[in-house]
């Protein structure tokens, strides 16, 4: 079956920085658009990232904006969430995700409800 795994996440200070990785097995991931989200307790699912395959666009979260970037390295079929100046409300179990529509665009990238290929999830925390 067509699969996503996160990897990277763990234990950090805040001002510290994590590169979080999304490998696909099965199916290529230079072919749709991927989402980044998470999960902090007591919270629902936010979208914070996504990566367009046409243009390089990638989009962000307002809350993450100049501190996350996304990136993709087709060759190792692989995506990465890079996260600097970490805060402790970053958090949370973040997760990789493949659009239902297996668009090559962002569009909708905030709804939960239009993916439906995840990841497990990676756990980032933050803390003194």
């Known amino acids: 079956q067509v699969q996503l795994a996160e990897s990277g996440g763990g234990l950090v200070q805040p001002g510290g920085s994590l590169r979080l990785s999304c490998r696909a097995s099965?199916?290529?991931?230079?072919?749709?658009?991927i989402a980044w989200f998470r999960q902090a307790p007591g919270k629902e699912r936010e979208g914070v990232s996504c990566?367009?395959?046409?243009?390089?666009?990638?989009y962000y979260a307002d809350s993450v904006k100049d501190r996350f970037t996304v990136s993709r390295d087709n060759a190792k079929n692989t995506v990465y969430l890079q996260i600097d100046s970490l805060k402790p409300e970053d958090t949370a179990v973040y997760y990789c995700?493949?659009?239902?529509?297996?668009?090559?665009?962002?569009?909708?990238?905030?709804?939960?409800?239009?993916?439906?290929?995840w990841g497990q999830g990676t756990q980032v925390t933050v803390s003194s």
């Open positions: 099965r199916f290529s991931l230079g072919y749709v658009a």
């Open positions: 995700a493949v659009p239902s529509n297996r668009d090559i665009h962002c569009s909708g990238y905030r709804s939960v409800s239009n993916y439906d290929i």
């Open positions: 990566i367009s395959t046409s243009d390089g666009r990638t």
